[in-house]
Structures are given as C-alpha cells and as structure tokens.
C-alpha cells in the first residue's frame, strides 16, 4: 500500500523558472511532512519540512505549500539554478510512531542551463 | 561530528552468502532506521529502533535482522542473500523531539 503518492515522476526546467512538485497522502495521523533531496551517489538530506498546523512554510526559493482537507502538499522552488538538479523526495511521519517515514517514489528534476 | 556512518560503500555477495552492515551516529540520536532504495524508486523502511535493546519491523523486514546494543550502532545482518536484496541501503538517526532524519552515504549492495 502506497501511502504517499508523488508527481510528476520527472521535470524539466529552464534556468530561472519555477518547479512544482505534488504528493498525497493517506494516513491522517501523518504530524511531519519533510522533502528530502538526494544527488547521485549520495544519501538524503532534509531540504524542508512542516506541520499541518501552518499552510506554507518557505526557506529561501523553497516553498512548501499544505492542504490539509486535500491530504496534499507541494514543493515550489523558485528561480531553479543546475546545481538544484537532484532527486527530491517527499515523505510523511507521526511523531507517535517513531518518526518513520513512508517515502513517495520520487522526482527527478533537471534544470537547464 | 560525523553524524551516520556506514561501512562498507560497496559489496557484492554471492546468492546465499551473509553478511552485515554497518551503521553508527555520533549525535546521541534514540532513533535509528534502515531503508532500502531500489533504483528509480524511493526509500522503503526495513526496520527501525526507537533505543539500545528495542527494535522493530518496518515494511520490508523479510530477509533482514537488525540489533541495537548501544545507543551509537545499529548493524543490519543479510542471512542467505538472494538478488532481491540488490539495493542501497541507507541508515538514518533522528532525536526524540525533531522529526528530522539524518541518512549516512549509503551501502551499495550486489548480489549475483
């Protein structure tokens, strides 16, 4: 069972453009939804990451936008540069349940120079 | 700090062999994990622990144990490798209060 469903699979950007990125969740009891970047070789690192308590949470050219009564939550990252090139991840937890993560499938973005 | 470390990078068994990997986080963090990360896919949870002595099954336990004898390692032991178990394995740690994990580089994993 999939828990948390992730798309597009893969994206294209132009530099300077804007990559939006959506997941959906099922378990309701989900208290913590970080996404996670990963480059080749690597291991996951924590990009970002909110609670259903706020509806957007930004750091930087990321945006994280939540609707709970949708179970659904975005990345945006603005003004795309190559170096954001990577696989991101995004993965819900509750906090009661030892913090595990159920992963989405992930999406592969490339940005153009 | 070096945070989560694994060893060994890379290793290629032969179908039946055994082996263990190693994890250990020098950040005090209670919680400990295992995922596997089968190409073009996203991380599944093998098992966690949640102290030293206490572990659990996550979604892919099958083929797979784990021990925690202190709070700093969290081995994951292959018995009878077969090619399913070809993957990368990540070993993460979190605190108590935060839900961030932490994943160390990776252990590619072949077995043929």
């Known amino acids: 069972q999939q828990q948390v469903k992730q798309s597009p699979q893969s994206l294209i950007v132009q530099k300077g453009g804007i990559s939006i990125i959506n997941c959906a969740y099922e378990?309701?009891?989900?208290?913590?939804f970080p996404w996670y970047q990963q480059f080749p070789g690597k291991g996951p690192a924590l990009l970002i990451a909110i609670r259903p308590d706020v509806s957007e949470k930004k750091e930087g050219r990321f945006t994280i936008s939540f609707n709970k009564s949708a179970k659904q939550f975005s990345l945006h990252i603005m003004d795309s540069q190559p170096g954001d090139s990577a696989t991101y991840f995004c993965?819900?937890?509750?906090?009661?349940?030892?913090?595990?993560?159920?992963f989405g499938g992930g999406t592969r973005v490339l940005v153009k120079p | 700090n070096a945070g989560v470390t694994q060893t060994p990078k890379f290793r290629i068994l032969k179908i039946g062999q055994s082996m263990t990997l190693q994890c250990a986080q020098d950040?005090?963090?209670?919680?400990m994990y295992w995922y596997r990360q089968d190409p073009g896919m996203g991380l599944k949870l093998i098992y966690y622990?949640?102290?030293?002595?206490?572990?659990d099954k996550g979604e892919v336990p099958n083929g797979y144990n784990v021990s925690r004898s202190t709070t700093e390692d969290f081995p994951l032991r292959l018995e009878l490798a077969a090619p399913s178990q070809t993957s990368v394995y990540f070993c993460a740690s979190s605190s108590l209060s935060d839900g961030t994990q932490y994943f160390g580089p990776g252990t590619r994993l072949t077995v043929l």
């Open positions: 378990n309701t009891a989900f208290d913590y």
């Open positions: 622990s949640v102290g030293a002595g206490i572990t």
């Open positions: 950040m005090n963090h209670n919680y």
């Open positions: 993965a819900a937890s509750r906090q009661a349940a030892g913090n595990k993560l159920t």
